[in-house]
């Protein structure tokens, strides 16, 4: 869905606000306060989007018993015992994967929705979910012709978190069944009816704003999955160093702070409100990264992985929600090196370390956001 004339209509949208913002042209000028001056209006919508506890818990649930050697074409060997005393789900809310037991932390759909000084508006829209599935922006499209947001489905540019560790069940391919679990229409109805509603509620609440956005220099917690190769005539077969583009993955030693990683990857881009009197305020904040959330296992838990506690920690240090757009995130992984420390000394190992280590690392990142 996010096709070349979405992005541009962004691009121009967020250039012509630049152009026409005072953050962008004198920021110190005290008439920046008046919202008369603003050509361009945004508002933010959250709704919690936690699917019901019983689904699988996405690619990291553990597998029911004997289902994975019926995958594989293996002989089958399940103790009588095991299917007695298995989890046995009424609702049938998981097929393959066994049944979650509960919710570690919440699951939201986020909008932001932007209005240029000709009327046209663009959406932003994020949930926590594996893949972006073209069949509920389908349905998000029909919801939205019924609504009066303004905002049509060729003007949402939407994006996941790429959770390992969230509920999909929204996909009809039957390939992605292998590793996640057979589709739920009741899911998809439900994830598509909150992306509505968050479009709508941020539609319904525009303010007159500026915006100002910078790429940020980070590499402290991925890892360059496919590596840096160059081939032997000069193409890239990995994504090299000298692209900058993914963060510096070479060896920590050496290098003395932050400040010095390589890499563009991180971009940020905020939203202030416009005031009659007073200074302009934070209204939300939109980041894109990339790198998998795929710090846990099979424990069975509904939890938004290290985008949940980032969320938390932006929102905490701006007073304003943090709308996270994945990344590149095919060629960057977390980082699992116990033997390296950053400078305030956490361990460089994040891929399947568990609760802990993925605070940690939502912290390295929302200092970098910050």
Avoid: C
């Avoid at 913002?21 to 508002?43: F, I, M, N």
């Avoid at 919508?45 to 597998?63: E, L």
């Avoid at 968050?198 to 496919?226: F, H």
Wanted: zero cysteines; aromatic letters at 6%.
């Amino acid at each position: 869905m996010e096709s070349l004339s979405v992005r541009r209509l962004v691009v121009a949208l967020v250039v012509g606000a630049m152009v026409a913002s005072p953050l962008a042209v004198r920021a110190a000028d005290d008439k920046a306060t008046h919202p008369e001056l603003s050509q361009v209006r945004a508002g933010v919508g959250i709704v919690d989007a936690t699917w019901t506890v019983g689904a699988s818990a996405g690619q990291y649930a553990s597998a029911r018993y004997g289902i994975e050697d019926l995958q594989n074409g293996d002989p089958t060997v399940v103790h009588p015992d095991e299917v007695l005393n298995g989890t046995f789900d009424p609702n049938l809310h998981s097929v393959k994967r066994t049944p979650s037991y509960g919710v570690d932390s919440r699951l939201s759909v986020r909008a932001i929705v932007v209005e240029g000084p000709d009327g046209t508006r663009v959406a932003l829209l994020k949930s926590d979910n594996y893949l972006a599935q073209d069949t509920v922006m389908r349905r998000l499209g029909q919801l939205l012709a019924q609504g009066n947001s303004g905002v049509t489905i060729d003007h949402v540019l939407y994006g996941v978190t790429h959770n390992h560790s969230s509920p999909y069940y929204t996909t009809p391919a039957a390939g992605v069944w292998l590793f996640q679990d057979v589709m739920d229409l009741r899911m998809l109805e439900y994830q598509a009816r909150a992306m509505r509603d968050a479009i709508e509620t941020a539609a319904s609440d525009l303010v007159p704003v500026r915006m100002g956005a910078t790429s940020v220099p980070y590499g402290a917690t991925p890892r360059n999955a496919p590596g840096p190769g160059v081939a032997d005539d000069g193409s890239p077969v990995g994504y090299p160093h000298h692209f900058n583009d993914v963060g510096d993955f070479t060896p920590w030693p050496g290098q003395q702070n932050l400040s010095k990683i390589a890499g563009t990857g991180l971009v940020v881009l905020r939203f202030d409100q416009l005031h009659h009197d007073g200074p302009p305020t934070p209204l939300v904040t939109w980041m894109n990264w990339g790198e998998h959330p795929e710090d846990l296992d099979g424990y069975d838990l509904i939890t938004a992985d290290y985008i949940g506690p980032l969320e938390r920690m932006v929102q905490r240090a701006t007073g304003a929600p943090l709308v996270f757009s994945q990344g590149d995130v095919g060629s960057s992984e977390p980082l699992d090196d116990t033997k390296e420390r950053l400078p305030d000394g956490t361990v460089r190992a994040f891929s399947h370390e568990g609760y802990a280590q993925l605070e940690r690392k939502a912290m390295e990142v929302s200092n970098a956001v910050l």
